[in-house]
């Protein structure tokens, strides 16, 4: 088998010319060269894998070079440079500070810098991670560093410029590496893939510059890993899947939902998102940089600025042309306040659903003044339906719920009420805030012990709706929809709005009747009192107009989210008859 070579050594640059990225540096170095100027201590600074030992090497072997060109550079034949490109010349010497950080791995340093070079004319030492030697290393070392021979020079190189001492930042030299473009690693990687004869496409090579976060060393390891995993032919669809990066395809789907109002498609492109196994924040700082490049996208100037291929660029240009840069503004501002938040969240999808949500309200609100606010949002869709249907809704004051209230013999008794009909003149019963008229129409059937029931109201009194379809609907669908309704509560009702984000509702048999179950029948109650809210809403939303909920109360049977402390409590009491006693007679209660 042939000797296999990962790329990030295999390409390594031999001369100033080949490092990428760091030009200003490279040409400022072969200036001392040239000029004879040389310091005794050099600190090279930077992000790792952005080419400080490999500029510490060029350095070493360019100025030990017995013919040195016109150019700066190495004349990379005679003796000493035979042995640098070899690896076997006595006049560098490497010491890794950060496995190597004793006092005596300095003081053999030193031996060796007393020795003057046999070729040549300087001995370069490179001390990798200086910042990692020990104080008692640092010690050492400062000494030999404030008084070197002539032929010594040294090159201290680091990741973490602030944890180098000021003693010795002063007697240094000191070089700064930036982190490499990503257009920079893309087009180095190119030269590296056409060497190698592999095919690739210039997003995925875009994908693996962004991983690589600047440097190249990384981008060369990831690249050599992508090209084995697609042997040879690296596509953009098998670079993401290699290194788990999120299409942004989804983005731009994303975008275009958003602008066209779609929030059912939104949380289906989400499920999809989360169900790859993609973390919500990471998610959602993804989205929050699509927008970013859409707005720097909208200035001809500032479009460069996007690192991505052109043809990505292009998308941007397209769709940036869609926004209006105050869409932009407040979802990237909603972008990150779920960010912000998320780490607090208890229920974190919750959180960039409810995101999703509000953003996909934000092109269709554009008159509003900030509009953040998922209740001012949701506004709109309400009054829409009012709007169409002029209501002759009763108020919210108790004495019209007692007018309308339904006869108690029909209760329980009704299958599902028929589809009703478009040309029904009565208006829907929604208001903003969401009341029904049927109080007393309600009530639980206390029949056995287990006090279960099933509630179901009574439907022939149930005042017809608008039309809205007949979709088929799905649990998934439903949930988003109940989730929707629970967002556009008002303030007011945040606790209802905790409650109903605790439910899930679920399809039965006949695909139009949902089931709730309810946690106790104070909640019972309330979901009966907003029944017609809720339908009406779901209906709209989901485009059915057959849509009925019931509810019931939740059984012993049921399966139970958690107890509470005070529940388990409650459980060991009737338990545990000497607990018992103890609570009564110091009259404990759970704190
Ligand atoms: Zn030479």
Redesign the pocket.
Known sequence: MENYIVSARKYRPMTFDTVVGQGALTTTLKNAIQSGRLAHAYLFCGPRGVGKTTCARIFA??I?????QPNGE?????????AFNEQRSFNIHELDAASNNSVEDIRQLIEQVRIPPQIGQYKVFIIDEVHMLSQAAFNAFLKTLEEPPKHAIFILATTEKHKILPTIMSRCQIYDFKRMGVNDIVSHLKHVAKKENIQVEDAALNIIAQKADGGMRDALSIFDQVASFCSGNITYQRTIENLNVLDYDYYFRLTEFFLEGKITECMLTLNEILSKGFEGQYFITGLASHFRNLLVSQDAQTAELIEASDEVRNRYKEQAQKCKPKFLYRAMKLANNCDLNYKQSQNKRLLVELTLIEMAQLSSDDGEASGLCPTQILKPIFAQLRGKKPSAEPTTSNANRQQTSAPQQHRGQQPPAAPAAPTQPVPPTVAKTPVTPRLKTFSIRHTDTTASSVVKEDEEVKQPTAYFGNKPVNNLSLTIAWRQFAAGLPHEDIGFTHQLNNMEPMLQEDGQTFLIIAENPIIQQELAKRKAAIEIFLQQQLQNSNLRMTTRLREVTDKRRAFSRAEIFSQMLKESEPLRKLKEEFELELA
């Open positions: 072997k360019t030990n070079c017995l013919n040195p190495a004349c990379g034949e005679c003796e000493s440079c035979k």
